[in-house]
């Protein structure tokens, strides 16, 4: 069955620190990826999304995820967290080719960053 | 983009009651979705609700529990029925604007606790 893993659980980091959340899914077709930010109290949003194209992605508030095929991978990164990027952040996958629209989600990872 | 409301925000219900949530989305869009997020855990797809006809159910899912409707292009219903202390979780809606390669937008979540 499909799957999606995301290494990190839970991430502590100090401002300004770099951050990258790993997420690896089990599908070997065609992928259309997705990374959800949900602050404390607030709905899920869209971070940032691969379709097709250019593998290296960026998404608002400073991320960008790279898209490596070949590691059934698709990583997010920033630079230089701030305190507001404290949040439960998940990983997502859907078939490219699925007109059903079923997203698979991975676990979440706590992000927590100290001021 | 899709701005989705959802009604109510939460509930504590007792064992063996019904529950009927709602979900309203500002524009017309192809597919609905409801997904269950248990405490601590990821989303799970319950179900798409399709527009005029019965909804389609993931595995482990049934009709008899959560009665979907989708009676037009913008407002769904999932009704949790018969509850127990295991159905208390966040039941969230969202809604992809069309088949294929889009995003999907989430509602903010109805917080279902079962005593």
């Known amino acids: 069955a499909q799957s999606v893993s995301q290494h990190n659980h839970h991430v502590i980091l100090s401002e300004a620190a770099s951050l990258e959340l790993g997420c690896n899914y089990s599908y070997g077709g065609t992928v259309n990826l997705f990374w959800y930010v949900q602050y404390p109290g607030q709905h899920l949003q869209l971070l940032l999304k691969?379709?097709?194209?250019?593998?290296l992605v960026k998404g608002i508030k400073g991320f960008e995820a790279e898209f490596i095929k070949s590691k059934f991978s698709f990583n997010l990164r920033k630079p230089s967290v701030q305190w507001s990027d404290t949040a439960e952040y998940f990983c997502a996958v859907k078939r490219g080719s699925s007109n059903t629209g079923k997203l698979i989600f991975g676990q979440g990872t706590t992000l927590q960053v100290k001021p | 983009s899709a701005v989705i409301s959802q009604k109510p925000s939460r509930d504590i219900c007792q064992r063996g009651t019904s529950l009927t949530i709602q979900c309203q989305v500002d524009?017309?869009?192809?597919?609905m979705f409801w997904y269950r997020q248990q405490p601590g855990q990821s989303l799970t797809l319950i179900a798409t609700?399709?527009?005029?006809?019965?909804?389609?159910?993931e595995s482990g899912f049934v009709i008899d529990k959560f009665p979907i409707s989708r009676p037009n292009l913008t407002f769904s219903t999932l009704t949790v029925s018969n509850m127990s202390p295991e159905d208390s979780s966040i039941y969230l809606c969202?809604?992809?604007?069309?088949?294929?390669?889009?995003?999907?937008?989430f509602g903010p979540g109805t917080r279902l606790t079962v005593t």
């Open positions: 524009s017309q869009v192809t597919m």
């Open positions: 691969y379709f097709s194209g250019d593998p």
């Open positions: 969202s809604a992809q604007p069309g088949q294929g390669a889009y995003e999907q937008y």
């Open positions: 609700a399709n527009q005029g006809s019965e909804a389609t159910y």
